[in-house]
């Protein structure tokens, strides 16, 4: 069964630019070696991530790696729930990690081709990361 989560957090001490651009491409490596597909933003120290695949192995990263990373604080689940397909396998080998103005541009051209898939959680999903995204 598919299954997606996403949350927001904060980070518990300031990274630098190599940091994060480190982090981020270990997550996609990882999560793409898995078949979980998804997006990674940062804005202002804080994270939002959207994922998806296979439901024991998003349960697993989330419960068992995200939420006792120390890197980060205060995360707040947005949502969790089964879903049909998988949103994010066609962009960019399907998991990205956002830090600069020309991913955020190529990310919202992403979210509107795939808001004429006419689905609640795809709607939902690019409302809140357009917001996270305006956000800072």
Do not use: P, W
């Not at 991530?49 to 419960?63: A, C, M, P, S, T």
């Not at 729930?81 to 949103?87: A, G, H, L, N, R």
């Not at 609640?120 to 996270?132: D, I, P, W």
Request: hydrophobic share 35%.
């Amino acid at each position: 069964m598919l299954y997606s989560i996403c949350y927001v957090s904060t980070l518990s001490n300031t990274l630098e630019d190599n940091e994060l651009k480190e982090l981020f491409d270990f997550c996609s490596s990882k999560n793409i070696s898995k078949g979980i597909t998804g997006v990674l933003l940062h804005n202002s120290g804080n994270f939002l991530q959207y994922f998806e695949g296979d439901e024991v192995r998003i349960k697993e990263l989330y419960y068992s790696k995200i939420k006792k990373d120390t890197r980060h604080k205060n995360i707040i689940t947005l949502f969790e729930k089964t879903i049909d397909v998988q949103y994010f396998t066609g962009y960019e080998a399907g998991f990205t990690s956002i830090i600069g103005e020309n991913q955020t541009r190529s990310l919202r051209s992403y979210l509107n081709l795939l808001n004429y898939l006419d689905s609640a959680e795809m709607e939902a999903l690019s409302k809140t990361v357009n917001s996270f995204l305006s956000a800072g």
